[in-house]
């Protein structure tokens, strides 16, 4: 199974801010990474997929980027909205697996 | 508008069954593969069942494999997830999850999830 190592495991930042999570697969998954957003008490809505292309309706201050075994979701001018878990989740391969999620507050 | 409601949690004895529903409307039912992923309290995001269009596929990881068993019936639009075995570990909230065109296993719209409690 490919195992996903996220970090940081909580963050905390400043309105306005520039916010980066990392996700380290134990193999290459060749890009087949998603990034969800999970915020208090909703279910996860789906922010970028194939590493690096945005959602419908997302807005573009959500970015990732990465390859091989190592990718990012970079979050850009910190709003209060942005306050929520986020997880990464590989699809290279089944069994499909998630990072452990990385819980973003508000400073 | 996509919309995925799932229906049928409650709490339940060890080692009983149980089914989920999930009803799905605002998309063509029948040309997507779905998928279960649950999330234990306070805890990250398990997928547990993938289905094909048609049904003839499916895929499981191995905590749930044997136990569980999803299906579909593409005229009702419906999906469902039978639970067999219930153990405590699988106490959750799971999702039903649209997989998108193209069939790549990532989820584009998920439910609101249902309740599942596992306990004596």
């Known amino acids: 199974d490919i195992q996903m190592t996220q970090s940081p495991a909580s963050l905390s930042a400043s309105l306005g801010e520039t916010v980066t999570i990392e996700c380290r697969a134990s193999e290459d998954i060749y890009n087949g990474l998603a990034w969800y957003q999970q915020k208090p008490g909703k279910s996860p809505q789906l922010l970028i997929y194939n590493a690096n292309s945005l959602h419908t309706g997302v807005p573009s201050r959500f970015s990732g980027s990465g390859s091989g075994t190592q990718y990012s979701l970079k979050i850009n001018s910190l709003q209060s909205e942005d306050v929520a878990s986020y997880f990464c989740?590989?699809?290279?391969?089944?069994?499909?697996?998630f990072g452990s999620g990385t819980k973003l507050e508000i400073k | 508008e996509v919309q995925l409601v799932e229906s049928g949690g409650g709490l339940v004895q060890p080692g009983r069954s149980l089914k989920l529903s999930c009803a799905a409307s605002?998309?063509?039912?029948?040309?997507?593969?779905m998928a279960w992923v649950r999330q234990a309290p306070k805890k990250g995001l398990e997928w547990v069942a993938t289905?094909?269009?048609?049904?003839?596929?499916?895929y499981y990881p191995d905590s749930v494999k044997g136990r569980f068993t999803i299906s579909r019936d593409n005229a009702k639009s419906s999906l469902y997830l039978q639970m067999n075995s219930l153990k405590s570990e699988d106490t959750a909230t799971y999702y039903c999850?649209?997989?998108?065109?193209?069939?790549?296993?990532?989820?584009?719209?998920w439910g609101q999830g249902v309740m599942v409690t596992v306990s004596s």
């Open positions: 289905i094909s269009t048609s049904g003839s596929r499916t």
């Open positions: 989740q590989q699809y290279y391969n089944y069994p499909l697996t």
């Open positions: 605002g998309f063509t039912f029948s040309n997507y593969y």
């Open positions: 999850a649209r997989i998108p065109p193209g069939r790549l296993p990532f989820f584009d719209y």
